[in-house]
């Protein structure tokens, strides 16, 4: 399945902790081991839970631009779609 050009919610944040982003599971997500998007995660004000940004980039003025895809910080009461993980299937 290919992702549409947006963000979707991940069930990681740092609402526990400044700083310090944890999964929904408890597991620590270290910023080091991930891909972000530039300058991210940034930490600005309001911006406490993770999303995935799917950018395959766009046509500017007959020009393509790639696009930045990786994670992002993002104020959580922002609407957004979402990914769930669920076991695999025989």
Aim: proline share 7%; hydrophobic share 35%.
């Amino acid at each position: 399945m290919k992702l549409k050009d947006v963000d979707y919610w991940t069930g990681a944040s740092d609402v526990s902790c400044f700083k310090k982003f944890m999964w929904c599971n408890g597991k620590q997500l270290v910023p080091a081991d991930y891909q972000w998007t530039p300058m991210n995660p940034s930490h600005f004000p309001g911006q406490r839970c993770v999303v995935l940004r799917v950018d395959y980039g766009a046509t500017v003025m007959g020009m393509f631009v790639k696009g930045a895809d990786g994670f992002n910080d993002l104020k959580c009461t922002d609407q957004l779609s979402y990914i769930c993980e669920e076991p695999p299937t025989a």
